[in-house]
């Protein structure tokens, strides 16, 4: 049987690689940086402009599809799932490594139907590596399989977070009891590469072994879901219980032991949901 949305994820590669390339050249400019809700939620004109262009290229092939872009639901845009077939769209996932030239700077895009991940496509676009992804199909980089590492033990892990001040103290003091609690399980380490949905892959190819974050959005968790969960990895609420592209709130590991494990050791604190208005 043909399948319905292989159309759609084909052209979802093409247009990510299309943005790559505008996000590489302006790398070779000056980028002016504007704030969002704090000092520190940095978004640039290329973040916009990247959005139009795979908004609108989709948009003239499949003009019934809904979307959630993170510059849209910036301006004002609704970020509700619906039953629709979706784009959740990160135009730069990794605006803050954009900014400074730090080389982890993603594009990120997955399509839910019936609110399930289809598909995830992330354009690792300074690396130029290409993550796919499609339902019961496998994950691949650049055209060649991936798997996860398959780690089952915690203490043997090494473990990505991302760690940001967002002006609130109960926040920063939750973040940091949870860096502390991890580290002395002990694991072998803690990396931050500063783009969600890069760390998702680099759980998804084997290169560390399990991911947490609180306070992230469905547009950096889409596409390396897909990634993420048919490379063989799993994902859970921090809390252990059924993840949710919603609750800004995840695990992703190479192992459910290493997912359960994790989740022991994570204070759980308020981050609010992308579909709470
Ligand atoms: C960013 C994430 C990053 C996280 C930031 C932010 P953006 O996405 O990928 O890992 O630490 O809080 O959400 O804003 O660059 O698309």
């Not at 004109?45 to 609108?56: A, G, K, M, W, Y």
Request: charged share 20%; aromatic share 6%.
């Amino acid at each position: 049987m043909t399948d319905p949305w292989q159309e759609c994820m084909d052209h979802c590669v093409e247009i990510a690689k299309q943005a790559g390339k505008v996000i590489r050249e302006a790398l070779q400019g000056d980028i002016a940086v504007m704030h969002k809700s704090s000092q520190v939620d940095l978004v640039t004109e290329t973040d916009q402009r990247v959005e139009r262009l795979i908004i609108s290229s989709i948009k003239a092939k499949f003009p019934t599809h809904s979307f959630i872009a993170e510059e849209s639901v910036a301006a004002g845009a609704p970020s509700i799932l619906t039953d629709d077939p979706t784009w959740i769209i990160d135009p730069i996932d990794g605006t803050t490594n954009f900014v400074h030239g730090f080389p982890f700077v993603s594009v990120s895009i997955g399509f839910t139907v019936k609110k399930e991940i289809e598909f995830g496509v992330v354009y690792s676009c300074i690396e130029d590596k290409m993550y796919t992804a499609h339902k019961g199909k496998g994950a691949f980089c650049n055209g060649l399989p991936i798997k996860v590492s398959g780690q089952e033990d915690l203490s043997c892990c090494l473990v990505l977070t991302e760690v940001a001040f967002k002006k609130d103290q109960q926040h920063l003091d939750s973040m940091m009891a949870n860096l502390r609690s991890v580290l002395t399980i002990p694991v072998h380490g803690i990396r931050s590469p500063g783009s969600a949905a890069i760390n998702m892959c680099l759980v998804a190819s084997g290169a560390a072994d399990a991911y947490y974050h609180l306070g992230i959005h469905c547009w950096d968790m889409a596409g390396g879901t897909a990634v993420l969960t048919e490379a063989g990895g799993v994902i859970v609420d921090i809390s252990g219980g059924p993840f949710d592209l919603m609750s800004r709130r995840l695990i992703a590991a190479s192992s459910a032991a290493v997912a359960e494990r994790l989740a022991s050791h994570i204070v759980d604190f308020h981050v609010g949901r992308d579909d709470a208005h």
